[in-house]
């Protein structure tokens, strides 16, 4: 993988917009998509792949979260997901989880762990 100096993947700032930041990684050189999410539960980074059908969950820009904020959307087949967990609680995957990917913040970045 190719992060940011120091394994830094973004500033926490950088998540106040969507409460989400997609970042593309490089793994094996090849493009690796993960998103960061930040709610009151604390930072968290998952994959960005849908277990349904192995697509990225978002079609806008850092666009993972439903308008409330409580769930993650599948913008492809409708899928929501706890943003603490991952695990799937309604959609065609229901009961399958989105891949963690392991991070934690620091002061005020987000950091591989
Ligand atoms: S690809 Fe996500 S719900 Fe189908």
Do not use: W
């Amino acid at each position: 993988m190719t992060p940011g100096a120091a394994n830094v993947l973004c500033a926490l700032a950088d998540l106040a917009a969507t409460g989400a930041k997609e970042i593309t990684l490089l793994k094996a050189g090849a493009p690796y998509s993960i998103f960061v999410v930040r709610d009151q539960a604390g930072v968290r980074a998952f994959e960005n792949s849908c277990p349904h059908a192995r697509l990225p969950l978002n079609g806008e820009a850092d666009t993972f979260f439903d308008v409330r904020r409580t769930v993650l959307v599948c913008v492809n087949h409708g899928a929501h997901f706890d943003p603490v967990t991952g695990l799937c609680l309604r959609g065609p995957c229901k009961g399958e989880r989105l891949r963690a990917f392991p991070v934690t913040a620091d002061g005020e970045s987000v950091l591989i762990a």
